[in-house]
């Protein structure tokens, strides 16, 4: 049944079924929570061993014999390195570690375009107006970073391949004030896609005119897959080394979603001059990231198999949920014609996308009836959604019966958002 | 028997002597090390209960019902918060916890005035040249941090009340491009000593002409004493009340010298009008700190009376330590006119002040012989020390044996360097 289709009467029916459904879903007074991509309890359980590696262990150095209590290291254990290594395709050399943030790893790297610049250039705030580009719908996070330095910020449009390359190429050779774009290659957030290996090539070979224009590739989904096809994220490290180019590229990852996501450890991957020059901002911002927590971390999961391993059991624990978000959508608002969603192969999100108009509406139908989501707009920079219409379903916190519940309750007011809009729009 | 006293013959006589000596160390092919204010091994022993805490805990929700292992609680734990209130004298709820380091603190506040700007004024990057005031002899990494950022540095020389407070009234008075001072005010690194009550008093009550100037209160010693009669620190934040004054004042500690230097808690405390400030960046910046970390800290120490229990643990470790230290430099040197040196009663350093000029040739011929000390004129701005007098002594890594040998060496070295200064200046 086309929603689009339907006439006045038959609107006017299907508004008042999905009002009845509203209500009953409001009288439960629900306190559900789709808002964030937290992991859940269960997959916090996996990593318990994490906790024990150091009750197990006398001593409390590493293969080269630091005392992990002590001051000093400062760009992380050589181990824990190694495992980002093969996590994130860059040479353990050129990687640092911080602490559980990789946010925060991200957010110094644009603070020091800010205050001190790249590659030689003039800091950005020496620059006047400086511009990024942000791939959206994106992760919100990302965005707040750039807005806090008041660096303005263009939304790029997200193709089934990645960012719409053909603009990303056509701006940055055009405007030198646009300094970088934020990605999330694999996985992406919110939209699930995996960048192709076109556009990665295109990444590698990017002509900006900004001799200082830096590609923020933040792969936070490196190593989370749900199924047993996982999308292959083709190598940027490497194509940039053939290109010329891994000046423009700083890499990050973290074992948020691994470990834990207060308590993990986050890395900066980058070039060799670019990590020369990060060394003086960490080295005198600090005398050396928290080397219990990576001791930890490398005695739990020993290598790069270790993580291969744990996130199977993330993946026992996810795909379900993702199943009774695509079944739930699919049964309620299948044929509907007033939603379209991904069907990630990975990653933290369901994308849907609602009758434009209708995501801000939707969003709060479901906070009036109990559920908490991403606010609508929010994966876009600004807040601002051009069509109103993308709302980012985080189902991995909640557990199943609570995920079917908000599932059910998140359709019937895209149902009722529809039929409302559509009535509207008829004479 | 005074060594400037001496007619030439003697000196000959007297650097002879300290030559053959220093030959015997040069055979010895040592390797000692009194670079860094570091923990010893044993001091690391005492907190290993941080350690066990979780392991003995089979949930991970604080009081309050966080779960410690996910995202959130941007500020840090209440109960840890709690402790941080009672060593700092601020409120908890003015405290935010950051992860291990409080350098990384300092550096943040001063990035956050050099792009953001305090209580509303323009961004220090947006005023031209600004100007931060460090009390010399001082903490090495502070100045590193204001020279990362561009500020030039002017030195106040440090009395035994704490800084020249008629030279810090004078001066922020006439000159509003001067945004700060950095301060350690109980047992100040690398003197020993503690701000009096009158300096501590001038502080709260500082009429700087820029409405922008920031107190940086580092407070790193605040319960390392090793003495049965403690230095007092007047209590800042109550005179801020008083005068009115708060917003000019960020407060700062950290457990690196009470639990791990590598994996403790740091702490920023502030004004309401601040704290919100720095709620907006460091939401921004990150999730939230390792919370893990907080409740093991939170489990092992309980409480205030739980620190002050350990450091006396932490004393029974340091004072041999310091009193190595001044025995042999009263032993060697007592007699000599040619060095001063301070008697902490806590803290991390014995400040030795050798004859004019002398600095730089005593740390090159204790390096050459395998003793490794803090850079000499580290301890001012730009390492420019004026008298090249100044010699930071770090007594708590070494082992006692090592740390007398080192000090037997030092001394050497401080007469060897003497007696040639001497005779150079002799006819």
């Known amino acids: 049944m086309r929603m689009t289709a339907l006439d006045r009467d038959a609107l006017q029916k299907e508004l008042e079924e999905a009002q009845k459904a509203y209500r009953t879903y409001q009288k439960m007074d629900l306190t559900l929570n789709m808002e964030r991509g937290k ?30 209590r002590n001051y000093g290291v400062w760009n992380g254990l050589p181990e824990m390195r190694a495992i980002f290594s093969d996590m994130m395709g860059v040479p353990a050399e050129d990687i640092i570690l911080g602490n559980n943030s990789s946010l925060q790893m991200m957010f110094d790297c644009i603070s020091q375009g800010f205050t001190h610049g790249y590659v030689g250039c003039e800091p950005w705030c020496r620059q006047g107006e400086v511009r990024f580009l942000c791939p959206a719908p994106g992760y919100d996070r990302h965005f707040a970073v750039t807005e806090y330095f008041g660096i303005q910020m263009i939304p790029i ?36 896609i995996t960048y192709s290996d076109d556009t990665v090539r295109r990444f590698a070979s990017l002509k900006p005119s900004a001799p200082d224009f830096m590609i923020m590739w933040d792969n936070a989904y490196c190593v989370h897959d749900l199924t047993d096809t996982p999308d292959q994220l083709m190598d940027l490290y490497s194509e940039c080394v053939r290109y010329g180019t891994l000046d423009h590229v700083l890499f990050f990852a973290s074992t948020s979603k691994i470990s834990f996501p207060g308590a993990g450890v986050a890395a900066l991957g980058a070039s060799p001059k670019n990590i020369l020059a990060l060394k003086k901002r ?142 509207a729009k008829r004479p």
Chains 1, 2 share one sequence.
């Open 157 to 192: 449009p997200m193709l089934p391949s990645g960012p719409d390359m053909d603009l990303v190429e056509h701006l940055v050779a055009e405007d030198p004030s646009i300094k970088g774009i934020w990605c999330v290659p694999k996985y992406s957030n919110p939209t699930g």
């Open 282 to 423: 960490i080295t005198t911002q600090t005398i050396g990231p928290d080397k219990l927590n990576q001791l930890r971390h490398i005695l739990f999961l020993h290598d790069i198999n270790g993580v291969k391993e744990l996130m199977q059991g993330h993946r026992a624990i996810l795909a379900p949920k993702f199943q009774i978000v695509l079944d739930t959508l699919e049964r309620e608002l299948g044929d509907r014609n007033i939603a379209r969603w991904s069907n990630p192969r990975g990653g933290y999100f369901v994308n849907l996308d609602v009758m434009s108009g209708c995501a801000k509406r939707v969003v709060e139908l479901c906070a009036q009836a109990g559920l908490s989501l991403t606010a609508a707009g929010a994966t876009y920079p600004y807040g601002a959604d051009p069509n109103d219409s993308n709302i980012r379903i985080a189902p991995t916190f909640p557990p199943e019966e609570e995920l079917q519940q908000a599932m059910d309750l998140l359709c019937v007011c895209v149902r009722l958002a529809a039929a409302e809009k559509l009535l």
């Open 39 to 68: 992991p859940c309890a269960k997959q916090l359980d996996l990593a318990l061993g994490v906790l024990e590696a150091l009750h197990a262990r006398s001593e409390f150095a590493n293969s080269r014999g630091d005392d992990c």
